[in-house]
């Protein structure tokens, strides 16, 4: 036995094993009955310790589940699985495994939660091994390790589907559509969302047909599908305002205040980012309030307010890691050098990079990969290092195509054609920004339609086509001024200036 002193009785009965081989050999020498009854000893006296056993939380299987209720117990929940298995038993396992695993999503430590939830899953059946099933996943998504949770979600979801649970169905279907968003596959991610939508509202359960919806918009507005985007987080909006779901309404402003800020409505978005931040502290959602704070720090990165975007990331990241979220933190890493390149911090923006590539291939999160190699390749490419940036965007460029990232694969091919203006490929150059600018207008990204166009236009001048070049460097610069991109316009008034004094002609904003 290796409990806690005070659960021992009087000294001279009290047995210390001062090394693990010596006990575990005492152990074994006991016949199979009486460490059952040992095991049964230290379940009990452990429980007494802690004031009595554990409350039963609602089941699984549950379709309204109740918030968890800590208990002293929590602690040892895990060496209570043990004694309860030795005990032979079950009922008295399954709460410590439930319990072990709520404590530990509790602590943020989602990766030893998921393993305690497929444990469960083992010793449950009907929907509550899928809801167990389900819940390993999320925690795999939580840990930040993407090609673990997809096979715990298809076997959930075959498990719900079997048994005709379509209210569990519709949970499985709203985690594998935010799984697939995560990593990249769009097309199926919205399709997901949108069955998760249906099976959520034949079962009745209104908050997380909420979610489903909001999940879609996301995928939707990735994709620059943003019109679609807008009406369904209205309608999540709607729902959210409804008596008993006033608690989602955070997430749903989160979002919509992203779109106001990836459609050019900036003043729209600051408010509503802060009206967002209010109702998640309000709430307690930690993982949430930081993603939100992350987004908040974009958007005064991108106007040039650079000290404050730094505050905000550094409160960001310290969210991530205090929940455990090493996904999100790759995001924020990745977030923050991005901040150092526009600040002309080179190395830093580098190093910055290459610290969020490592988190986004330790936890399999391909998608980001991706959009991490393009941006440590601008930062060579700032650098005059051409080949190493060749490379690094054409890496970029086939996973951004392999993930289905559109938006990301038309800010590839405009970087590239950056590339290839500035080591003389002039006419190879003006093509490929017409490939990302083709990309730019089909995913409605007003923000790189502005910046590639500006760069396009100094193309142009050097081909000698300065009337062409005058207009359309003017016509890309308003949208840049339209979206209130202050940042990215000053960088281009600065280059087509540079430009027009080598080429000697009138600077193309007179």
Not at 172 to 183: A, E, F, H, K
Not at 319 to 335: K, S, W, Y
Not at 435 to 444: E, N, Q, S, T, Y
Request: glycine share 10%; net charge negative.
């Amino acid at each position: 036995m290796n409990a806690p002193s005070t659960l021992a009785g009087p000294v001279e009965s009290a047995y210390v094993f001062r090394h693990a081989l010596l006990r575990d050999a005492a152990y074994q020498l006991q016949l199979p009955g009486d460490r059952a009854r040992l095991h049964d000893l230290a379940l009990t006296l452990i429980e007494d310790l802690c004031g009595g056993r554990a409350p039963e939380a609602a089941p699984l299987d549950a379709v309204a589940p109740q918030p968890f209720q800590p208990h002293a117990s929590d602690a040892w929940a895990e060496e209570l699985v043990t004694h309860a298995q030795g005990a032979g038993a079950a009922a008295p396992r399954r709460l410590y495994l439930r319990r072990g695993a709520e404590h530990r999503e509790r602590r943020h430590q989602s990766e030893a939660a998921a393993v305690l939830w497929l444990r469960l899953a083992e010793a449950s059946d009907g929907a509550a091994r899928g809801e167990a099933t389900r819940r390993a996943g999320m925690a795999y998504v939580h840990a930040g390790f993407l090609r673990l949770a997809e096979p715990r979600f298809q076997e959930a979801l075959a498990l719900q589907r079997a048994g005709g649970w379509i209210h569990f169905e519709g949970l499985v279907l709203g985690d594998l559509g935010y799984l697939l968003r995560l990593t990249g596959q769009m097309d199926r991610s919205v399709a997901h969302f949108g069955e998760a939508v249906e099976r959520l509202r034949q079962a009745g359960s209104r908050a997380n047909e909420l979610l489903a919806i909001e999940g879609q918009a996301c995928a939707l507005m990735e994709m620059g599908r943003v019109d679609e985007a807008e009406l369904a987080l209205t309608k999540a909006k709607a729902i959210g305002l409804e008596k008993g779901h006033e608690g989602s309404l955070g997430s749903v402003q989160m979002n919509m205040a992203t779109l106001y800020m990836d459609t050019g409505r900036r003043p729209e978005a600051e408010r509503v980012y802060q009206e967002a931040l209010g109702v998640l502290r309000a709430s307690g959602d930690r993982r949430r309030e930081g993603v939100a704070l992350s987004n908040f720090a974009n958007l005064h990165r991108d106007d040039g307010r650079f000290e404050e975007a730094e505050r905000l990331y550094a409160e960001a990241r310290a969210i991530a890691v205090e929940t455990g979220d090493r996904r999100v933190e790759g995001v924020l890493l990745g977030q923050r050098a991005a901040l150092f390149q526009s600040m002309e911090q080179l190395d830093r923006a580098e190093n910055g990079f290459l610290d969020s590539l490592s988190i986004h291939r330790e936890v399999g999160n391909r998608r980001f990969e991706g959009i991490v190699l393009g941006q440590l390749a601008n930062i060579r490419l700032d650098q005059k290092r051409f080949e190493e940036a060749g490379r690094g965007l054409q890496e970029a460029i086939a996973i951004h195509r392999e993930v289905g990232n559109p938006r990301s694969e038309g800010i590839g091919f405009g970087n590239l054609a950056r590339l290839f203006a500035e080591t003389g490929r002039v006419d190879e150059s003006l093509r490929t920004f017409e490939k990302a600018l083709d990309f730019h207008a089909r995913v409605g990204n007003r923000r790189f339609a502005g910046i590639h166009g500006c760069d396009r236009a100094l193309a142009l001048l050097a081909a000698g086509r300065a009337d062409e070049a005058r207009e359309a460097w003017r016509k890309s610069a308003a949208t840049l001024r339209e979206i209130g991109d202050t940042q990215d316009l000053e960088f281009a008034v600065r280059a087509q200036r540079e430009a027009c004094a080598k080429a000697g002609v009138a600077p193309l904003d007179e």
